[in-house]
């Protein structure tokens, strides 16, 4: 059976290259930036500004971050509707639920290094939900941000993470992620609800080098359109009008507005991470999932984008409800 690109969307292939593209600009830009409040603000201005096509690799290594949790998102759900999550491939899923939490923490952790106004207050609100936490809430705060605030030993630790230990996750993670989808035969795709394992190489290989060639070119040309933000230099003593978390947390933060927090931050979202831990063990049909469990996912992805959508764009001044237009 010849692989078609729509039962793969190449999303995988698609994940890996942005993943090294992130790789790449990451380290450009660490030789010209400063892990240092104040510094880091005029280092990343010396970049876009002074520096030959500094302003392009930042804005690829922005954008390409964004964009890479909707391709992964993508991919997770590319993978639950062909069953591709039971055994023999369990190790596969767990490996890359790992690498979408990576890729949450790498977008989380680089989002404050400009130093910026938005990027403090963003980081400031998205850490504090942290304190919902019963017992260990507070602890986590602390231990995350250096102390009880966003300040130099928190700029410190989050460009630690970005620029050294998540780095080496991804690359562990990525190797022992295809190596597990090699040894389970290659990939496993569902049509006319007949299931089919191609191989990895040269029938998935030569359509995801084709599609990644498109990926490239659209980031190039994005990235060449639109530039990454970099508002006023943070300013703990200026508060923002609006105060929001990363777009990829807003969800969480729209939650606080409409539940206890608890529920919201801690009891809501555990329960949804043990629900993909054991979805390889949860009933299927002719190997896909049940459809009480595709209810539940889709419902969740639902729920989540709705939520992410009303605080991106119907959230005004003090997380007022407002209209867009």
Request: net charge positive.
């Amino acid at each position: 059976m010849a692989l078609r690109f729509t039962l793969t969307w190449g999303l995988g292939g698609a994940a890996a290259l942005m993943l090294f593209m992130q790789l790449l600009t990451g380290l450009l830009l660490n030789f010209a930036y400063e892990p240092f409040p104040v510094h880091s603000y005029l280092s990343v201005q010396r970049i876009q500004n002074d520096l030959f096509l500094g302003q392009l690799i930042r804005n690829l290594h922005h954008w390409t971050g964004h964009f890479l949790v909707v391709v992964v998102c993508l991919h997770l759900l590319r993978v639950f509707f062909s069953g591709a999550y039971f055994k023999p491939r369990r190790s596969s899923w767990y490996s890359g639920l790992i690498l979408l939490l990576l890729v949450l923490l790498a977008n989380f952790t680089g989002y404050l290094l400009p130093w910026d106004q938005l990027a403090f207050w963003a980081v400031t609100i998205a850490a504090s939900m942290l304190s919902y936490i019963p017992v260990i809430g507070d602890l986590l705060q602390r231990l995350i941000l250096g102390g009880t605030e966003v300040n130099g030993a928190t700029l410190h630790i989050f460009h630690s993470f970005h620029t050294t230990l998540l780095p080496l996750g991804f690359l562990f993670c990525m190797s022992y992620h295809f190596w597990r989808i090699r040894k389970a035969g290659g990939v496993k795709v569902v049509a006319a609800d007949k299931h089919y394992t191609l191989p990895v190489v040269p029938e998935l290989l030569v359509r995801e080098m084709a599609f990644a060639t498109v990926v490239i070119c659209f980031l190039l040309l994005f990235s060449m359109q639109f530039d990454a933000p970099l508002t006023a230099m943070a300013n703990p003593n200026l508060t923002l009008e609006t105060v929001k978390a990363p777009w990829y947390f807003l969800w969480l933060q729209e939650l606080l507005l409409h539940m206890q927090p608890v529920l919201a931050i801690c009891v809501l979202p555990l329960a949804f991470a043990v629900f993909l831990l054991i979805l390889p063990f949860l009933g299927q049909t002719n190997g896909k999932a049940s459809r009480p469990v595709q209810t539940i996912l889709i419902s969740f992805f639902l729920v989540t984008i709705a939520l992410t959508i009303t605080g991106i764009w119907f959230r005004g001044a003090g997380m007022k409800l407002i209209m867009p237009w």
